[in-house]
């Protein structure tokens, strides 16, 4: 069974930190370049950050540009997404997304920054 399941959400406070983990299994992980989306209420699914299959080559939405980092691990199937400085407008469902030969998507872990 091909899936992505993603683990890391929570509550944190403005200015915290939190990562994220989607752990791939089913699929040859390596072959794939791994991003992460998130929705917040109301609006679109944006991108967040992508890697390439070798975690060669990373991008960034201008709004996470130097607080959020993706990495990944394809010993372990995993990709990574580390949130520092979390401000409320970073509250979204986030969703970590492969793509290949198909594209594929993890169910998604929400992330509430309050006070």
């Known amino acids: 069974q091909v899936q992505l399941v993603e683990s890391g959400g929570g509550l944190v406070q403005p200015g915290g930190s939190v990562r994220l983990s989607c752990v791939g299994s089913?699929?040859?992980?390596?072959?794939?370049?791994m991003s992460w989306y998130r929705q917040a209420p109301g609006k679109e699914r944006e991108l967040v950050a992508d890697?390439?299959?070798?975690?060669?080559?990373?991008k960034y939405a201008d709004s996470v540009k130097g607080r959020f980092t993706i990495s990944r691990d394809n010993a372990k199937n995993t990709v990574y997404l580390q949130m520092n400085s979390l401000k409320p407008e970073d509250t979204a469902v986030y969703y970590c997304?492969?793509?290949?030969?198909?594209?594929?998507w993890g169910q998604g872990t929400q992330v509430t920054v309050s006070s």
């Open positions: 890697i390439s299959s070798i975690g060669g080559s990373t």
């Open positions: 997304n492969a793509r290949s030969w198909r594209i594929l």
């Open positions: 089913g699929l040859t992980f390596s072959s794939y370049a």
